[in-house]
Nanobody, 123 residues
Framework: VQLVESGGGSVQAGGSLRLSCAAS??????MGWFRQVPGKEREGVAT???????FYAYSVKGRFSISRDNAKKTLYLQMNSLKSEDTAMYYC????????????????????WGQGTQVTVSS
């Protein structure tokens, strides 16, 4: 099992970035993006089911879009209108099961995690 994130970087406020997460090992039903700032708790950003159903944190709704390409086994996070408070390490997470995918935005209960990619937004 391997989840490898890419696409992070530095951008000015108002800009955009697209994160990718290349998955291997299994077919994952529920996948998600989380972020964490040093000294703070990990925060759920968005989750998505295999059928394309999506769930978002209130703080990113309308600005971020989660999607997946099942043929390529790749998860994406399109981030628009970035703010300085979006600065964090972003992690990809996955589970073969799809139960409670929306609730996992808060619980973060995923068995598989990537190493993270840093996003820095300057104002």
């Amino acid at each position: 099992v391997q989840l490898v994130e890419s696409g992070g970087g530095s951008v000015q406020a108002g800009g955009s970035l697209r994160l990718s997460c290349a998955a291997s090992g299994y077919t994952y039903n529920c996948m998600g993006w989380f972020r964490q700032v040093p000294g703070k708790e990990r925060e759920g950003v968005a989750t998505i089911l295999n059928d394309g159903s999506t769930f978002y944190a209130y703080s990113v709704k309308g600005r971020f879009s989660i999607s997946r390409d099942n043929a390529k086994k790749t998860l994406y996070l399109q981030m628009n209108s970035l703010k300085s408070e979006d600065t964090a390490m972003y992690y990809c997470a996955a589970d073969r099961g799809g139960d409670y995918c929306s609730q996992r935005l808060a619980s973060g209960l995923f068995p598989y995690w990537g190493q993270g990619t840093q996003v820095t937004v300057s104002s």
